[in-house]
């Protein structure tokens, strides 16, 4: 099983910036693909990004313009990099492993984001 740290969540104003980082404890991290959710008092968990171990980046309707997934193979990190925050981005940010050989998922803590003024 892999262990995911996600970090960089806290507090942001309206139209302010904040950068995810999902790390994971393995050496084959570049065979993984890694997915942002986030999850929201009283609502579902929704996929926000993703990235595959092609590197090829997909984001959610309201994520596109806004969100940027990136990944550094060598640091065993993904990052999420937010801009324009809005209220309904606030929740907290889990990050999801995903192996295609084995099929197992690997699931972070999460990291909460706070957007108010």
């Known amino acids: 099983q892999v262990l995911v740290v996600e970090s960089g969540g806290g507090l942001a104003q309206p139209g302010g910036s904040l950068t995810l980082s999902c790390s994971a404890s393995?050496?084959?991290?570049?065979?993984?693909?890694v997915h942002w959710y986030r999850q929201s008092p009283g609502k579902q968990r929704d996929w926000v990004a993703g990235i595959t171990r092609e590197e090829s980046p997909t984001y959610s309707d309201s994520s596109k313009g806004r969100l940027t997934i990136s990944r550094d193979n060598t640091k065993t990190t993904v990052f999420l990099q937010m801009k324009n925050l809005q209220p309904d981005d606030a929740g907290v940010y889990l990050c999801s492993m995903n192996s295609r050989a084995t099929h197992y998922v690997s699931w972070g803590q999460g990291t909460q984001v706070t957007v108010s003024s």
């Open positions: 393995t050496s084959l991290f570049d065979r993984y693909d």
